[in-house]
């Protein structure tokens, strides 16, 4: 089978990344792509030594952009950090999930416990990780996007990988780092600008 045949496979990122969940749990991920007409398409490549991967994936205007990304997480077997508001880490069936998925809960009311601060201490103490984030913040219309990820990417080293939801051909596009250049405002924009050519589950919100 051609990888443009495949739903989704753990070839599409570096072995070190995966998580070793149940085949049945693999296999029930990309059955779940494969019914609403979805894949993973494109790889994260190798890197060299224990690096830290942020992925950041957009445009995010949508409940489905999470469903979709959890399937392709599980698909994909990727052993992959995200934060999430605590108080979903409270649910019963909901937060068992995300923690099984590998979230973090982030309590934004205590002081030094916003996203950033909670993504940078935790990343320093994996030894190379992958965290996926939305730069937008929200799902909700947003004129900004927020530069949490430029400052986890610095403070632990790691590298910044793009990743979009294209509902247009109903993909998730593993794509290609990006090197800040240390502007931010400008690194921004132009995150901004790059996830405009993939089409967005609600374009309004974006």
Do not use: C
């Not at 070190?16 to 894949?39: C, D, E, N, T």
């Not at 060299?48 to 950041?56: A, F, L, R, S």
């Not at 979230?103 to 002081?111: F, L, M, N, S, T």
């Amino acid at each position: 089978m051609h990888q443009s045949d495949k739903i989704v496979s753990r070839n599409q990122i570096p072995n070190k990344y995966w998580a070793s969940r149940p085949k049945i749990v693999q296999s029930l991920a990309r059955l779940f792509l494969k019914l609403f007409g979805w894949k993973v398409e494109g790889v994260v490549p190798p890197v060299k030594g224990n690096e830290n991967i942020i992925i950041i994936a957009g445009p995010h205007t949508s409940n489905w952009d999470g469903i979709f990304g959890f399937a392709a997480i599980l698909g994909l077997d990727a052993k992959i950090t995200f934060f999430g508001k605590h108080s979903l880490f409270n649910k019963p069936i909901l937060g068992t999930f995300l923690k099984y998925m590998g979230g973090i809960p982030v309590d934004k009311a205590k002081p030094g416990s916003g996203l950033t601060d909670v993504a940078i201490k935790n990343m320093k103490r994996f030894n190379g990780s992958l965290i996926a984030m939305a730069p937008e913040g929200t799902r909700a219309k947003t004129e900004k996007m927020k530069s949490g990820f430029l400052r986890i990417a610095k403070a632990v080293e790691g590298q910044i990988f793009l990743g979009a939801f294209d509902f247009g051909k109903k993909r998730i596009f593993l794509d290609k780092f990006y090197i800040p250049s240390g502007d931010n405002e400008k690194d921004l924009m132009w995150v901004r600008n790059y996830f405009m050519q993939y089409q967005a589950k609600r374009p309004e919100n974006y």
